[in-house]
């Protein structure tokens, strides 16, 4: 139940647990400094962080432009998925995107990866096009993804 897990705001103690849950979900997962960059020398990120009793179990990001949300990453940890957290996350953090000002919210998500793009659709996500060689590890296509917020 969704209910007894908690979303807040990404802080610099949870960048451990953070890349764990990435190394568990990503075959090129972002390093330690990586995130570390983004929550103090990236102006226009946004992380939110999904626990239960304190352990962190998934995370999302986006970069706030202007008006456009654009998503970094979502993961949750294998041993969790399946219970629709993916799900609350995405939900959690379009709203924050939209109290943020965000009118727009793009994404890429691997052409092969048809569970991701179900869920994007179930929430109002729409393809917007194909980049070719998007990803780095196998240079497979990515698939653009928008929703108005």
């Known amino acids: 139940m969704v209910d007894s897990y908690v979303f807040r705001y990404m ?15 990503f075959t090129t997962p972002w390093s330690r400094e990586a995130f570390y960059n983004e929550l103090y020398n990236n102006k226009f990120a946004v992380y939110i962080v999904l626990e239960e009793n304190k352990k962190i179990i998934g995370y999302c990001g986006t970069w706030l432009v202007i008006d456009e949300a654009h998503v970094t990453n979502v993961a949750i940890l294998p041993e ?15 709203t924050v995107a939209k109290a943020k000002g965000a009118r ?5 998500v691997r052409v092969t990866n048809h569970r991701a793009q179900s869920l ?13 060689n998007y990803y780095a590890d196998n240079q497979e296509d990515g698939l653009v993804m928008w929703v108005n917020l």
């Open 80 to 94: 969790y998925r399946g219970r629709r957290l993916g799900e609350a996350l995405m939900v959690k953090l379009m």
């Open 120 to 132: 994007y659709r179930k929430l109002g996500f729409q393809d917007g096009g194909i980049r070719k």
């Open 11 to 25: 802080r610099e103690e949870d960048i451990d647990q953070i890349v764990e849950v990435e190394h568990a979900s």
């Open 104 to 108: 727009t919210m793009t994404l890429e």
